[in-house]
């Protein structure tokens, strides 16, 4: 996994894909992993990029007098997006990383173009001793399972928590950071309530997605942050708890696929053009309609020309009805 040294201390990342950049955010003691099946999804067409914070299961230890301070965090971010030469990002964050994102949203963030958002803060005052004991419970799937620890937070993520609570059992330092992170957050609790204050400024495209069955933050706490943005829309996710990347990847994937520009990638090698989809825009009897739809790589083969027929039924959308074979909407293809 890449690495890189910021001014808190080293940073690992993934950085998968190619294309217009996706920067995906997690939360509290959990680390880039949480992104793993959206960016199976979305890697194909854009360049998903993960670092894992110092938020509780990160493997490096930050710099001793790092600020751990969800700000402090927030502009670490930033300075990862600097070094990194990112432009024009789609900015994802769920849990805590969604809150990071509502700081870089009020701070300016000249390299953010648009913003993908679900919030969560939990803060702990434990310190570094009865936290890894307390941890060291978190073994224990049961316990896990509880409320009170990842219970609520996830339906189907069971193998993703037990591995992100490995560092902070088995080093001490990685203990110190994850407890300064929660102190920090818990000593200044109106600092999101700060920044909802300034959020009606983003005039960005902003999409917030909420669990429709969350059982932490109501879908009405969406409802209200969508509000607050001038180009906010909200997204429910049904059969979801909080960490929708671990529950409906899929769903996901597609909604930021949606929200994001288009790749506009062109693909030149002929054996993965053949092997990948292709994007095409539907141009109804030459209308002004289009819509994208995505052709199999069976399809892929005979599809290459600049104008091909439609081959099968589709639906016209202009009259409504099955359009016969042959007839009606001519495809425009585009290679990636």
């Keep these: 996994m890449p690495e890189i040294e910021l001014s808190a201390g080293t940073v690992e990342y993934q950085d998968t894909g190619d294309g217009p950049a996706v920067v995906l955010l997690h939360g509290l003691m959990m680390d880039a992993s949480l992104w793993d099946g959206p960016v199976a999804d979305l890697s194909a067409d854009y360049r998903c990029v993960a670092p894992t914070l110092p938020l509780g299961a990160h493997r490096h230890a930050m710099h001793a007098g790092a600020d751990l301070s969800l700000p402090g965090i927030a502009r670490l971010v930033a300075e990862f997006l600097d070094r990194l030469d990112l432009q024009d990002v789609t900015l994802v964050g769920n849990d805590t990383g969604g809150a990071l994102v509502q700081l870089l949203m009020c701070d300016g963030a000249s390299r953010v173009g648009r913003v993908v958002l679900k919030t969560l803060v939990?803060?702990?005052?434990?310190?570094?001793?009865?936290?890894?004991?307390?941890?060291?419970?978190?073994?224990?799937?049961?316990?896990?399972?509880?409320?009170?620890?990842?219970?609520?937070?996830?339906?189907?993520?069971?193998?993703?928590?037990?591995?992100?609570?490995?560092?902070?059992?088995?080093?001490?330092?990685?203990?110190?950071?994850?407890?300064?992170?929660?102190?920090?957050?818990?000593?200044?609790?109106?600092?999101?309530?700060?920044?909802?204050?300034?959020?009606?400024?983003?005039?960005?495209?902003?999409?917030?997605?909420?669990?429709?069955?969350?059982?932490?933050?109501?879908?009405?706490?969406g409802r209200r942050l969508a509000g607050l943005l001038p180009q906010g829309r909200l997204v429910e996710v049904d059969d979801s708890y909080t960490l929708i990347p671990l529950d409906q990847p899929a769903r996901l994937a597609q909604l930021i696929r949606e929200f994001s520009p288009s790749t506009g990638r062109q693909e030149n090698d002929a054996s993965q053009r053949a092997r990948r989809p292709l994007r095409v825009i539907?141009?109804?009897?030459?209308?002004?309609?289009?819509?994208?739809?995505?052709?199999?790589?069976?399809?892929?083969?005979?599809?290459?020309?600049?104008?091909?027929?439609?081959?099968?039924?589709?639906?016209?959308?202009?009259?409504?009805?099955?359009?016969?074979?042959?007839?009606?909407?001519?495809?425009?293809?585009?290679?990636?």
């Design 122 to 221: 939990l803060t702990g005052k434990l310190p570094p001793a009865i936290f890894g004991l307390f941890m060291q419970q978190m073994r224990i799937r049961m316990v896990r399972r509880l409320p009170i620890a990842f219970g609520w937070l996830t339906r189907r993520g069971d193998a993703a928590t037990a591995r992100w609570i490995k560092p902070v059992l088995t080093q001490p330092e990685i203990r110190r950071d994850a407890v300064r992170a929660l102190r920090a957050a818990a000593a200044d609790a109106r600092v999101l309530v700060k920044a909802s204050e300034r959020l009606p400024g983003f005039s960005r495209p902003a999409l917030v997605v909420w669990a429709s069955g969350d059982r932490v933050m109501p879908p009405e706490h």
């Design 282 to 336: 539907v141009m109804p009897d030459g209308g002004p309609v289009r819509r994208r739809i995505r052709l199999s790589a069976e399809s892929g083969r005979w599809a290459r020309g600049l104008r091909v027929r439609a081959v099968g039924r589709l639906r016209s959308p202009r009259r409504g009805r099955p359009a016969p074979h042959g007839k009606g909407p001519t495809w425009n293809t585009r290679s990636r």
